[in-house]
């Protein structure tokens, strides 16, 4: 079992930068290749962005892709999501996520592919 923390959320002003971070259990971490997705108010919960275990690898769905950098600090257990120039549609619950063994990072993950899941941070952009 492994349990996830998010945090970093808030509420933020167009073009604004936010910071997410997400704190892992385990002493494997460093195995686990891991994903950031959101829901928004009545849509279903998307992709973000995927990282390798090593931290070598990075994939991004176009929604966010040129504005957020998604990175991991494995002596921390921990995986971040720095996000740019922000804007209202980005508005929404952000989760981060393990992906199931075998799932490589590179394609656009669903949540099928995920096996362990956060809480969820909120993310509030006001324009």
């Known amino acids: 079992q492994v349990q996830l923390v998010e945090s970093g959320g808030g509420l933020v002003q167009a073009g604004g930068s936010l910071r997410l971070s997400c704190a892992a259990s385990?002493?494997?971490?460093?195995?686990?290749?891991m994903g950031w997705f959101r829901q928004a108010p009545g849509k279903e919960r998307e992709f973000v962005a995927a990282i390798a275990g090593s931290g070598g690898m990075t994939y991004y769905s176009h929604s966010l892709k040129g504005r957020a950098t998604i990175s991991r600090d494995n002596a921390k257990n921990t995986v971040y999501l720095q996000m740019n120039s922000l804007e209202p549609e980005d508005t929404a619950v952000y989760y981060c996520a393990v992906a199931r063994f075998g799932v490589t990072v590179g394609i656009h993950w669903s949540e099928g592919d995920m096996v362990y899941w956060g809480q969820g941070t909120q993310v509030t952009v006001s324009s």
């Open positions: 385990g002493r494997i971490f460093r195995t686990y290749n």
